[in-house]
């Protein structure tokens, strides 16, 4: 099966600076990996997504970066701002099923 | 609003009864999947749906199951509850089997007293 852990459950980061979320996944075989975020009362909600034929890819002040050797993925917000405070989730896909991380509370700092 | 109806918001109930969790999935999405979310835990995969046929099976209770309606809604039946059965329920939908481009719900907060 799959595991997938982020490397931290909490992040603070002052407004303005960029943040850094990481995730590792266990299954070499994991062929598709999405970041979704979750803000308080509320369902995840898609951020980005990435196939294992790719190592970076890049969205509106968001990146995900994969490394397929070591088995790792991150997120990277550009000038995080304070409505980017919420919850982060990585996903991994193997056997045609999503397996999700803890999460990474990040707290934008004023 | 995501498209994704789940209904209802909150329930709160006794050990050993039983409960309907529903969603209506967006519109046009084929494909309906359930997950559970404890506190301070992921979101873990309980089954899926396509067009009304069962086609994934994740860590689901005996005590839990679920259907697809020829209208495409899903419900989430629980049953025998448990304290430890106490998590966000959410439901989420994709237009095919294996797009997991998934558009979730809000959620369902079950409280089992």
């Known amino acids: 099966g799959e595991s997938v852990g982020l490397h931290l459950p909490t992040l603070s980061v002052q407004e303005g600076d960029n943040s850094i979320i990481n995730c590792a996944y266990s299954n070499s075989a994991s062929d598709y990996f999405i970041w979704y975020k979750q803000e308080s009362g509320k369902g995840p909600q898609f951020i980005i997504d990435?196939?294992?034929?790719?190592d970076k890819r890049q969205g509106q002040r968001v990146t995900v970066l994969l490394n397929k050797t070591v088995k790792h993925l991150s997120l990277q917000i550009a000038a995080t701002q304070p409505g980017d405070s919420a919850v982060y989730f990585c996903?991994?896909?193997?056997?045609?099923?999503?397996?999700f991380g803890s999460g990474t509370q990040l707290t934008v700092l004023p | 609003d995501s498209g994704v109806t789940q209904t209802p918001k909150h329930l709160i109930t006794a050990t050993g009864q039983r409960v309907t969790l529903r969603c209506s999935p967006r519109?046009?999405?084929?494909?309906v999947y359930w997950y559970q979310q404890s506190l301070d835990q992921g979101l873990q995969f309980l089954i899926q749906?396509?067009?009304?046929?069962?086609?994934a099976k994740g860590n689901i209770l005996e005590r839990f199951s679920a259907q697809q309606f020829p209208d495409l809604h899903s419900e989430l039946n629980l049953s025998s509850l448990e304290l430890g059965d106490s998590a966000l329920y959410f439901c989420?939908?994709?237009?095919?089997?294996?797009?997991?481009?998934?558009?979730f719900g809000s959620g369902t907060r079950l409280t089992v007293v």
């Open positions: 990435i196939r294992s034929n790719m």
């Open positions: 519109s046009g999405d084929l494909s």
């Open positions: 996903a991994a896909r193997s056997a045609r099923q999503l397996t």
């Open positions: 749906y396509y067009n009304g046929e069962e086609r």
């Open positions: 989420a939908s994709s237009v095919e089997s294996g797009n997991y481009g998934y558009t």
